[in-house]
């Protein structure tokens, strides 16, 4: 039997015409029975599998174009930057600006997400807490995953119950500063920060700042009461603030 040889050039027309495509329908367009043959002009031209429809599809890399979240489609199957879905996944969860639950992610990736997840917290790789009432994933890194979760306790009070006018106004980009800002500090320095933000505020600024940051109302009004009586605590002790 006459041995059929599939250029590079081949592959790249076929794809061009198609876009993605299973090896058995490969196999077909080539006639050939030989699926290393298929896979070695693949890895030649570089190809990716997609993290849908239990990965028998197939493209190259110059045919897609990712979004910003790294994922493509043609003709509703689905790859991604990352490759599989499992690393798909952690990608996204650790890269989030806010952790993302299991129905945020399948409605960005189009396919179930619960086995990866469950496979991920098992592993450690990633790490979850309930927010409003539905399981959140994070990274495990300690400074991303702090930043991550005060993001999202500033969209849960978005959604939920819609921040107060004046911390509404502010720009999605002074918020996100100020919640960075308020990672970095200790437990004092927070509650001193919070209270000199809410005093700015006015009325009502108490309450502001402390669904702004994830606070107790109380902590904030603590601190707020400290800088103003000029009592700030510092190295274990209260030391009262000279007058000028």
Known sequence: M??????????????????????????????????????????????????????????????????????????????????????????????????????????????????????????????REKSAGVYVYYSTLPDVQRMQLLMRREKNSEVTIGLPAQVEALSHELKAAIILFFSLLDEQQRRLYAGLEAHKMGHGGDRQISELLGMDVHTVAKGRRELLSGNVLRSGTIRKCKSP
């Open 2 to 127: 006459r041995k059929i040889i599939i250029s590079p050039n081949d592959i790249i027309s076929y794809f061009d015409k198609e876009k993605i495509s299973t090896i058995s329908q490969m196999k077909k367009t080539f006639m050939t029975s030989s699926t290393m043959t298929i896979f070695r002009r693949l890895k030649s031209l570089g190809y990716l599998t997609s993290y849908s429809h239990r990965g028998k599809y197939y493209t190259l890399l110059n045919i897609v174009s990712f979004n910003k979240q790294g994922i493509w489609s043609c003709r509703s199957v689905w790859f991604s930057a990352q490759g599989n879905l499992y690393n798909t996944v952690k990608y996204l969860v650790t890269q989030s600006e806010a952790g993302w639950s299991a129905q945020e992610l399948e409605n960005i990736l189009h396919v179930e997400v619960k086995r990866p997840l469950l496979q991920l917290c098992i592993s450690k790789e990633i790490y």
